[in-house]
Each structure stands twice: as C-alpha cells, then as structure tokens.
C-alpha cells in the first residue's frame, strides 16, 4: 500500500510568490495534517482537516490556508512568500477520528521549499 | 502552553553502547507522549508511544515510560547499531487534540562502528 504522498519533492520560490503543495493520505485515511519543519528544529503544526473541515490551526499568519478534497488530498498555500518560510513542509494522515489517540499519524517524505 | 525539551545533540556513540535521549515536556491535562524518528531524506516514523502515565512504550528494542511525577518521557537502547543514526524527537498531545502534535527540537544520533 502507498504510504502518504507529497508533491513536489523540492520547489524553490521567490520572495513574495505564492506556492501550492499536495498532499495524498493513505488510502482510507479521513484525516490529514500539516507541518513545517525549519533546519535544525522539530515540526511546528500548521493544520488539520477532517472530513473536508479544518478542525485545528496553529499559530501561523493568515497568508497560510489549505484545504481538503471529497478525495481526502490536501492542499497548502502560502501566500506572498518569506525567505522564512523557507522550510520542509510535512503532511500526515491518520486512519480513525480527528481525536483518535490510538491510530498513529503517518507522515510523507516532504516539500522542501527554498525561497530566495 | 504545551512544550516538549529534549536533551541537544549531536549525540555520537559506538556500536552497542547504551543510549539515553531526555526528554521532558510541559501539557495541560494528560497528554499522550510519542518519540519519531527521521531518517536522512525521509519523513517522520513513529517509533513508540505511551498513553497514560507509568506506560512503557517499545519497539524495535527502544523503550521510553512515561513519568507523570517527573514529567519526563526519556528514550532508551541497550545496544545501538550504525542502523540506529538517525534524528529522534520527542513529542505529545493534549487532550482533544490528538492530531495536533508538539514537537522538541530533535536529538541527532549518529552511531559508529
């Protein structure tokens, strides 16, 4: 079975671009999450959607949106790029209820995303 | 608001030494606590977890338990292989939230023969 899937591998914006990234859970998988992972630090949550509804977002400016398909896929969109945004952008799915303790979340290999 | 503070790396070992990672965290309520491994160019896996204070999680001879009076959540391995370097993190979530993981900032491990 595919695990999640992220595309692109890599992207490299310029400042004030906006970007698109994709993300496919595991087949069966309802919940889908975001993360950014700055070099050297541990994923910082983004967001989560079930059933196609955002059910949590972190602390992230607005310029940050995403959305979720009748299919579960997944999309992140940042706006008007930083050179802070510069980061690896994970996407995870998880198998049983939004609150389910007890499926593990799944993680994609990531976007890395350069902006210059 | 809930954070999670890991012990800083590099941490360099020999084949079959003994390794602890810290790990200790701030929650409201009564989070889960999970470490993650990442290997270079890959995403995230779960590597263990513990629900519920006094858990012991384990896998792949890792073991972690869970200390609700220390708040401490600290890995540990008999015997490290080269197969073990990796960046491991340490995370958690709190009560109805279990999608939302906080993450320490990550322990490099790198083991030599």
């Known amino acids: 079975d595919a695990g999640v899937t992220q595309s692109p591998t890599h992207l490299i914006k310029t400042r004030g671009q906006q970007v698109t990234l994709r993300c496919s859970p595991i087949s069966g998988h309802k919940s889908v999450s975001w993360y950014q992972q700055v070099l050297g630090q541990g994923p910082q949550f983004i967001f989560q959607y079930y059933e196609k509804e955002e059910r949590g977002r972190g602390n992230f400016p607005d310029r940050f949106s995403a959305r979720q398909f009748p299919n579960y896929s997944s999309e992140l969109n940042v706006n008007a790029l930083l050179l802070g945004d510069s980061a690896l952008y994970l996407c995870a799915s998880r198998g049983q209820g939004h609150t389910s303790y007890n499926s593990p979340l799944h993680f994609g290999n990531g976007t890395r995303l350069t902006v210059t | 608001g809930d954070s999670v503070t890991q012990m800083e790396g590099p941490v360099t070992l020999s084949e079959e030494a003994f390794l602890t990672i810290n790990c200790t965290y701030t929650?409201?309520?009564?989070?889960?606590l999970f470490w993650y491994v990442q290997y270079p160019g890959e995403g995230l896996q779960l590597l263990l977890k513990?629900?519920?204070?006094?858990d012991k999680g384990s896998n792949k001879g890792f073991e972690a338990t869970y200390r609700k009076e220390t708040t401490s959540f600290h890995l540990e391995k008999g015997s490290v292989q080269v197969s073990d370097s990796a960046v491991y993190f340490c995370?958690?979530?709190?009560?109805?939230?279990?999608?939302?993981?906080?993450f320490g900032t990550g322990t490099r491990l790198q083991v030599t023969l």
């Open positions: 513990a629900t519920k204070a006094d």
């Open positions: 995370a958690l979530t709190s009560t109805g939230t279990a999608s939302k993981l906080t």
């Open positions: 929650a409201t309520g009564y989070p889960s």
